[in-house]
């Protein structure tokens, strides 16, 4: 287990959200202890939280024009998920109200996008899914543990896609002959991570081939990380700095889904990851934000001067995993 014991009490004096998961996380401790309880309730109550589930009840906001818009609100559902909202929650069955209003006919969520012509799109704000985005909303919703109708099917939909070299890039019929910078027959790494993000919350996938095969095509790629870069999709040096929340396609997000699986975690290329994350802690055994989402500011990860209790607690939670110390 990773030496977690000097910046602890910091994590736990830190917001609320960030004890709490400290407590589930790292501590180990139960749901029901009154611990974790009171600090569940205190998330719930912080004003910061209360406004992002406020906003979500406007779903979907602006139309999705880049995948990493890191102010869009699918970023903003996966965060909440990430940090222990449920869908029981407060005002949390709105926002799931108005997410299942949108479906394909295979039970596919939808989200409001507008790709330009010059990408294939029709230029025009229109419902549709593609495989850098639905299964983030899948993610959240099962990991809230959202009553949706037909969550089965996006399942099944999202999985067969899947193939021996992770999932491709691949959207919804009514986005014509659009597909990303890359080759058809290459994996899209970021597809690949947030679909690998949704399976694990699925017991039955868990150890499925599906699963196997992205675990393997992510190792991959970053071994072959100077001679591939799928879909654009580089792990240079961009990729190994620290950032929150896990938005995009960069080694946190990357390291925090290839440690749930622990088959993973004595391949070669995870340990070297890890070792890029573990030799950037400080003194206090904390971690300092290496690049930010400008529109996350008011966070304590949306600045590069000062030890982040969010980043902290992700690199900590990672190395735990791993069983490594942090020094």
Not at 277 to 296: A, G, H, L, N, Y
Request: hydrophobic share 40%; net charge negative; proline share 6%.
């Amino acid at each position: 287990m990773a030496n977690i014991s000097e910046p602890v009490q910091w994590l736990l004096d830190s917001p609320p959200w960030v004890e709490y998961r400290t407590r589930v996380d790292l501590l180990e401790q139960p749901e029901d202890s009154p611990e974790v309880l009171r600090a569940r309730r205190a998330m719930l109550e912080h004003t910061q939280v209360k406004s992002m589930i406020t906003e979500l009840a406007d779903w979907p906001g602006h139309a999705l024009k880049r995948h990493n818009d890191a102010a869009h609100m699918i970023h903003r559902l996966v965060f909440l998920a990430d940090i222990g909202v449920k869908a029981e929650d407060q005002d949390m069955d709105k926002v799931i109200e108005r997410i299942s209003k949108h479906r394909s006919d295979e039970g596919v969520f939808k989200i409001l996008a507008n790709t330009p012509r010059s990408f294939g799109g029709s230029g025009e704000d229109e419902w549709v899914w593609m495989l850098c985005d639905t299964p983030s909303v899948l993610y959240a919703l099962i990991k809230m543990k959202a009553d949706v109708p037909r969550l089965q099917d996006a399942v099944t939909h999202l999985a067969g896609y899947g193939r021996e070299n992770g999932w491709p890039c691949a959207v919804s019929p009514e986005m014509g002959r659009f597909r990303g910078p890359g080759r058809r027959d290459d994996p899209c790494p970021y597809a690949t991570l947030i679909s690998l993000k949704v399976f694990y919350h699925l017991t039955e996938w868990r150890d499925s081939n599906v699963v196997n095969n992205g675990i393997e095509i992510l190792l991959g790629l970053w071994e072959q990380r100077k001679e591939r870069r799928p879909y654009l999709f580089a792990m240079g040096t961009d990729f190994r700095k620290l950032k929150a929340p896990l938005i995009w396609y960069d080694i946190l997000h990357v390291l925090d889904v290839l440690t749930l699986y622990t088959r993973a975690i004595d391949d070669p290329p995870l340990k070297d990851m890890l070792e890029v994350i573990r030799v950037k802690v400080d003194t206090q055994q904390r971690f300092t934000p290496e690049s930010i989402w400008k529109v996350w500011s008011e966070w304590d990860f949306g600045q590069k001067k000062e030890p982040s209790a969010w980043i902290t607690f992700l690199a900590l939670r990672i190395l735990k995993r791993a069983g490594l110390p942090v020094e």
